[in-house]
């Protein structure tokens, strides 16, 4: 086995993952808990840490890297948003550091990577925490877009040097979350069976009505009502409007040649097989990307910062 250069941790809102890599950036073991940010309490960051993969840090004298919400207000330690466009040997030169101490008295640095914000023309601002990590360790071409879906779904558009150069947040996911569990449109649904042809449906319906979103996501409740669509189907049925309306949005400026271009999902399987069918249907190619693309990032920024040296 080849010595370990360095410990990755993907630190997000929910969980904590963490994964070993050698001298050659490939993971050796991977770990994970329900250590996320907001499950943290009383900023007990450090033991969270260690009753983890303490014994890695004892038995490692090696670098440690992190990306993702541990970096927010909420988190450990509030690292900067970088200003797009940002590549990673800005994101290199602002890690964040943070002290901590080891059971046998050891004093390590754990190196927490920035987050992106971009300034819209309508003087809004955009960020992002972790997927700009996500996004450096996709292998991109040149020149790219990519979709990665989620809670806060982001589009991002990335230049010749693989730097971001600007990125789109929709928050789909928490919509959806919300309308089923607190609001109208989840009282006539039935939880927990895929209908894939009434997402298909629901994604149809999206991407015609970009223009009326507040109007057409009520069909989600009236097509139940009126027996067009199953309880157990409408959660599939909601989910495709606003996916297709996320994606006719996001894609409204598109010309022909944009729509063949493939855009890169990177993420979860089933969301992005989800957001894989949308596209299709909006007539629109898509890939994905590798699998390891947090941790592949993660490395990518930790060599550029000259840690794992």
């Known amino acids: 086995m ?4 360095l410990i990755a941790l993907d ?14 950036g490939q993971a050796l073991e991977h770990r994970s ?18 009753a983890l993969c303490g014994d890695w840090l004892t038995q490692n004298d090696c670098a440690l890297i992190a990306s993702g919400m541990i970096g927010s207000r909420q988190g450990w330690k509030e690292a900067p948003y970088l200003d797009c466009p940002a590549d990673i040997s800005t994101a290199a030169r602002q890690l964040t550091p943070v002290a901590l101490k080891l059971p046998d008295g050891q004093q390590r640095i754990l190196h927490i990577a920035p987050g992106l914000r971009y300034q819209e023309t309508s003087g809004a601002f955009d960020v992002m925490r972790g997927e700009e990590t996500q996004i450096w360790g996709s292998r991109l071409a040149p020149d790219s877009r990519c979709l990665l879906p989620g809670t806060h779904c982001k589009w991002a558009w990335t230049g010749a040097k693989g730097e971001v150069l600007s990125f789109q947040t929709w928050m789909t996911g928490e919509l959806f979350g919300l309308h089923t569990k607190h609001g109208i449109l989840g009282r006539l649904m039935l939880q927990g069976q895929e209908r894939l042809e009434d997402f298909r449906s629901g994604v149809k319906l999206g991407l015609a009505n970009q223009a009326k979103a507040n109007h057409v996501v009520f069909a ?15 959660p599939d049925y909601l989910s495709g409007i606003l996916i297709g309306l996320e994606v006719a949005s996001a894609s409204a400026g598109d010309d022909a040649a944009a729509r063949k271009r493939p855009i890169t999902l990177i993420g979860d399987d089933g969301l992005c097989e989800r957001y894989g069918i949308a596209l299709e249907l909006a007539e629109m190619a898509w890939q994905r990307s590798a699998a390891d693309s947090t941790t592949h990032g993660q490395w990518l920024i930790a060599q550029a910062a000259g840690l794992t040296a």
Do not use: I
């Open 11 to 24: 630190w997000g809102t929910s969980n904590l993952r963490a994964c070993l890599l050698n001298a050659d």
């Open 220 to 234: 989600a409740r009236t097509a139940g009502l009126m027996g067009q669509v199953a309880p157990e189907g409408l």
């Open 2 to 5: 080849k010595s370990v250069a």
């Open 33 to 50: 808990a329900p250590g996320g940010v907001m499950a943290v309490v009383g900023g007990a960051f450090e033991q969270a840490l260690l």
